[in-house]
T-cell receptor, first 112, second 114 residues
């Protein structure tokens, strides 16, 4: 079955520092989605990446899809306390379009 | 547009009982997926429904079942509850194929088994 590894599991930063979480798949992906879950909340869709080598930006967030379409990263520049939460990648390998496999997430805490 | 609505928000049951959780998707969304979220295992896929048909099922025992109605509302049922079933159960809806369209999550039902 499809394996997904997301690292790190936890990351604590000082406000203003940068943050990166990585997602690696054992299989080639059709696309990858990223979600954010605030403490006590539910996952919220951030973005979807489809093309090999794709880079997308949302304000201070930069999302990348690897050239081989087996890995992805989310980078936050100059973190703010509002960035606190767990960031999940969600994968579809193409074997089944009706199922997303979520990584275990990276919990980001920010010290003001 | 109203979001995904899950009821109830909280539920306390004892071992051996059964429970039914409900999910109303965003209007116009025909795909509903269910996930179990626990601190140790993260978000695990339970099943996905589209037009009243289950299209995929995760690796959960047969005690976990679901269905979808003609108005796209969905229910999941867990029978013979075990302590390990304590979790946040989330449903998510999308317009079509969940793997390539944004999933819109509800607030979840937090189930506690005593």
């Amino acid at each position: 079955g499809q394996q997904v590894m997301q690292i790190p599991q936890y990351q604590h930063v000082q406000e203003g520092e940068d943050f990166t979480t990585y997602c690696n798949s054992s299989t080639t992906l059709s696309n990858i989605q990223w979600y954010k879950q605030r403490p006590g909340g539910h996952p919220v869709f951030l973005i979807q990446l489809v093309k090999s080598g794709e880079v997308k930006k949302q304000k201070r967030l930069t999302f990348q899809f690897g050239e081989a379409k087996k890995n992805s990263s989310l980078h936050i520049t100059a973190t703010q306390t509002t960035d606190v939460g767990t960031y999940f990648c969600a994968l579809n390998s193409g074997g089944s379009n009706y199922k997303l496999t979520f990584g275990k997430g990276t919990l980001l805490t920010v010290n003001p | 547009k109203a979001g995904v609505t899950q009821t109830p928000r909280y539920l306390i049951k004892t071992r051996g009982q059964q429970v039914t959780l409900s999910c109303s998707p965003i209007s116009g969304h025909r795909s509903v997926s269910w996930y179990q979220q626990t601190p140790g295992q993260g978000l695990q896929f339970l099943f996905e429904y589209f037009s009243e048909t289950q299209r995929n099922k995760g690796n959960f025992p047969g005690r976990f079942s679901g269905r979808q109605f003609s108005n796209s509302r969905s229910e999941m049922n867990v029978s013979t509850l075990e302590l390990g079933d304590s979790a946040l159960y989330l449903c998510a809806s999308s317009q079509g194929t969940p793997s390539n369209q944004p999933q819109h999550f509800g607030d979840g039902t937090r189930l506690s088994i005593l």
